[in-house]
């Protein structure tokens, strides 16, 4: 894996979550973006090589309002960069990670993603991702 690409943080209130991380990183919020296949609004913020994705549910039962409801707001998952998120799936797949999705998939910010079950992963849910080639 390359390094560390982003990382997730599940917030409650989407506008009020943008105004307090422009705040602490003196930053814009460079991007919003729906990612339908997981029913969340993401919203970006560059510092340094690293960002900071944002992910507010869009419905209340899905991925994100589950965890807010189980765990409270904050840190929810890592996401490692790779070179080729193709051989990386196979080689955590044949270390006995359990991959969350067997193919990757349309992720945020023009990317293929892949989640790794967190209980095989110290229960911090881990994302692959690498940028499109369009
Ligand atoms: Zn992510």
Known sequence: MLKVEHIGIAVKN???SITLFEQLLNTPCYKQEIVSSENVNTAFFKQGETKIELLESLNPDGVIAKYIEKKGEGIHHIAFETADI??????????GFILLNEKPKDGADNKLVCFLHPKTTNGVLIELCQEKKS
């Open 14 to 16: 989407f506008k009020e």
């Open 86 to 95: 193709y051989v990386e799936m196979e080689r955590l797949k044949n270390e």
